[in-house]
């Protein structure tokens, strides 16, 4: 079993392109997408581009009670997309 370290990692994902294998790698290492927009993080099943969200936070799933108790505090709405 690949080890990863267990970090949020924040970055940008502009335009429509394939991203099977960054998908495969977060499935692989149990990551979570959320994508950041100006009213809610929205926890996606899949990477891909979001017209309104285009920064994104790779969240180890172990940290996801972590980003919830931070978007409280932020009073930033968490949820599905």
Same mark, same amino acid.
């Given at each position: ?7 949020? $990692? ?5 335009? &429509?392109?394939?991203?099977? &294998?960054? @998908? ?6 149990? $990551? ?13 099943? @899949? ?7 285009? @920064?994104?936070?790779?969240?180890? &799933? ?18 599905? &997309?």
């Amino acid at each position: 079993m690949k080890q990863t370290l267990p970090r949020c $990692y924040l970055t940008e994902i502009l335009g &429509a392109v394939d991203f099977t &294998a960054l @998908n495969s790698m977060l499935v692989d290492d149990d $990551y979570r997408d959320f994508a950041l927009s100006p009213e809610v993080l929205r926890e996606c099943p @899949n990477i891909r581009f979001h017209q309104d969200a285009w @920064n994104h936070l790779l969240c180890p &799933a172990e940290k996801v009670g972590l980003v919830s108790t931070v978007c409280q505090r932020l009073d930033l709405r968490f949820g599905e &997309a």
